[in-house]
């Protein structure tokens, strides 16, 4: 369901009502709003007003923290390792418009074929910590920064979180693992 969710938000890059989902999986819709609910509950999927599934596996068409433009269409990500992991399983040309928790400064990554920019200075953050709902748990702390010293200010300002350093090659790489059942 998750996955079908996906799909459909990647095809038309609008909402997707949970009629849409039931013919694609074969389901009713009393299953799928069972299932949907459930989704919903872990952070896996959020949904609109009218029920309609609005992001699912980090992929958004409603405001969220991050922009990413992808296959030429405009949409937002949970956070900014989405907007690196999704295009690199996808081997997609991006580009994703995010901003350095440390100093503020806008950051704009180019991606070509799911590839981020070889030797750029932004690294990125994966937070270690408990996770039982991922958009509150581990999201807002899986961002990207100018620079290491940049990632090591926050880092510390932050009250030294757990979680990994991660270069953007590095994040394409786990990206293309965790998205690997989405696509
Ligand atoms: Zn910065």
């Keep these: 369901m998750r996955r079908a969710a ?14 849409m989902l039931a013919t694609e999986v074969g389901l009713t819709e009393g299953q799928v709003e069972a299932e949907l609910g459930r989704l919903a509950a872990s ?3 959020s949904r609109d007003d009218s029920g309609a599934v609005v992001a699912a596996g980090g992929l958004a068409v409603t405001p969220a923290r991050h922009r990413l ?5 405009g949409y937002w990500t949970w956070c900014a390792f989405d907007g690196i992991g999704i295009p690199a399983a996808l081997e997609l040309d991006a580009v994703l418009d995010t901003r350095c928790p440390a ?4 950051l704009r990554i180019t991606i070509t074929a799911g590839n981020p920019p070889a030797g750029s200075p932004v690294v990125g ?6 996770c039982t709902n991922v958009q509150d748990d581990f999201c807002p702390e899986a961002n990207l920064f100018c620079t290491e010293a940049h990632r090591a200010t926050w880092r510390q300002t932050a009250g030294d979180p757990p979680g990994t350093a991660a270069t953007l090659y590095a994040l394409a ?3 293309r693992q965790v998205w690997a059942d989405l696509t």
């Design 173 to 175: 790489e786990t990206g």
């Design 103 to 106: 100093c503020g400064a806008g």
């Design 125 to 130: 953050w994966l937070p270690g910590g408990p």
């Design 69 to 73: 433009l992808l296959g030429g269409h």
């Design 43 to 45: 952070g896996a999927i």
């Design 6 to 19: 996906f799909t459909r938000l990647l095809a038309i890059a609008a909402p997707v009502p949970a009629s």
